[in-house]
């Protein structure tokens, strides 16, 4: 259960897209709010910028004091095995390395790690139980960044997250209005996906929660078939969505291994979702672009 919070002090460490939408949620509720980021300068009102780089850790050591809690929610700037281990495991062990130098003790740390830390791809079911056994360095590495964290002293909860959409990230939106995806016949592959703005709420009632989990999977309600949201998405943009053979298919739309990711444990912690599947984060999305002209 949720609990009300007095004003924090709260650091965002890789304050983009999902950590701005945070920090503006904070804000709003009267924590005092810092954004680490290389150049702050586009951070939303009201967040106090941090001009560090978590690459560098000479450029730490003037981190604000007495923070309570901190979210990681840094994003690779490379999509290379290079860039993920830079912006993750080095960044977190440079940010943890930090807060100890500088006798910081934060009552905890959240860190937004990704479902790709599971490789299941035959449709099953996956909840916070499951086994965790990347294939690729991407999840390779994001486990072994939640592991750091996780061993450290400093209390933490993971929150593994599906697929990010919303404002400005709306690339399969306009891939089928462009008709650059199709769908064909063969195996169903599933998604898990969630809107930014409830990636960024379920962080602010996690911090809510008195005794946290340390892990918490931040997908929607449903995990949705790739060819039912494709289909859905052609009907309310009226288009029609090519019909392609089952490899063109696989190569031109999959990206990851398909598995049902279960949001249990969040629900049950008391968190209710804005847009519970994509049709609803969707239908938002379409409908601002439609009054935009």
Known sequence: ????????????????????????????????????????????????????DLSLPETLVSLPSNIETIFYT?????????????????GMGRLLGALADLAEKPKRIFFTSS???????????????????????RGDIMLMTERLLLAGEIPATVVRLGGIYGPGRDRL??????????????????????????AAA????????????DLYLGVDHEAAEESAVLRWLAGRLGVKLPE?????????????????????????????FQFPTFREGYEMMIRAASDKG
Not at 128 to 135: D, G, R, T, V
Not at 173 to 198: K, M, Q
Not at 202 to 213: R, S
Request: aromatic share 6%.
């Open 1 to 52: 259960m949720g609990q009300a919070t007095a004003m924090a002090r709260v650091l965002i460490a890789g304050c983009g897209y999902v950590g701005s939408a945070l920090g503006e949620r904070l804000v709003a509720d009267g924590h005092e709010v810092f954004g680490l980021k290389r150049n702050p300068v586009d951070l939303p009102e009201g967040i106090k910028p941090v001009r560090a």
């Open 115 to 137: 479902i790709s830390v599971y490789d299941q791809r035959r449709g099953e079911w996956v909840d916070e139980e499951s086994k965790a056994a990347p294939s690729n360095y």
């Open 74 to 90: 840094a994003g690779a700037g490379r999509s290379d095995e290079e860039g993920y281990r830079y912006a993750y495991l080095d």
């Open 202 to 213: 379920c962080l602010q009632h996690l911090m809510t929660v008195e005794a946290p989990a």
């Open 173 to 198: 939106l306009r891939a089928v209005a462009r008709g650059e995806v199709g769908v064909g016949s063969g195996e169903l592959h599933y998604t898990n996906r969630i809107h930014l703005d409830d």
């Open 244 to 272: 392609l053979g089952d490899g063109e298919a696989k190569a031109r739309v999959r990206r990851a291994g398909s598995k049902r990711c279960r949001n249990d444990r969040l629900v049950e912690s008391g968190y209710r």
